[in-house]
């Protein structure tokens, strides 16, 4: 074969390579789930328990708790549950950001599909797999494990969630933080389907 032969079919193969792993199957992200609502639930309201396991009666308000010696407030809810327990999209939406900080270790930032809130989840043991920036996720959709990465007590795995109401500029690491308390409290139970197709 020519030179020229070779170069466009190594060409060829690598294009088929990019766009293949480019192109992962959704499923790929974990198992969905099923949500039973009450006919009283509203899009706002549009929301899971993040993490596979807990029941509302499970979580505490920890909202306003002081951290850091007392100087700052937490701004988000603690939900405890054993290290590599499923980390689910609490809504439908975009990973924004995956970053990975001093205080909250392996973290997400997904934004809404409306991008008018941010989802923070922190002290992720790890990612789920093929999770990248600028994914869309479904609500239920794994996209992580409970840890202990950042400045989490090694002994104590729980997901750091917090919501924020994005400023017009739609900085990840900026908005006005909401309470997830009362919205995670009358949230639907998630039901796992692992053949689930998508």
């Known amino acids: 074969m020519r030179p020229y032969v070779w170069f466009l079919a190594i060409s060829i193969v690598a294009v088929i390579i990019v766009a293949a792993a480019e192109k992962k199957p959704s499923s790929e992200l974990g198992p969905r789930t099923s949500v039973e609502r009450s006919s009283t ?12 396991g807990i029941t509302a009666n499970r979580l505490k ?5 002081a951290r850091g010696g007392g100087f700052r407030v937490h701004h988000a809810l603690d939900i405890l549950a054993p290290r590599g327990t499923p980390v689910r999209a609490a809504v439908a939406g975009t990973i924004r950001k995956l970053f990975v900080s001093k205080a909250g270790g392996i973290t997400i930032y997904q934004f809404d599909r409306d991008e008018q809130k941010c989802y923070y989840y922190a002290h992720l ?7 990248r920036e600028g994914q869309k996720v ?13 400045n989490a007590p090694a002994n104590t795995p729980h997901l750091h969630f917090a919501i924020m109401i994005l400023p017009p500029t739609k900085e990840w690491w900026k908005g ?5 308390y009362p919205l995670l409290v009358k949230a639907p139970v998630a ?8």
């Open 41 to 52: 639930t509203t899009a706002s309201d549009n929301l899971i328990i993040p993490v596979d």
């Open 61 to 65: 308000s920890d909202f306003n708790d």
């Open 125 to 131: 043991d790890r990612y789920s797999d093929f999770l």
């Open 138 to 150: 479904e609500q239920g959709d794994i996209i992580g494990y409970v840890g202990t990465t950042g």
């Open 176 to 180: 006005d933080p909401i309470d997830p």
């Open 191 to 198: 039901t796992t389907h692992a053949s689930a197709p998508r």
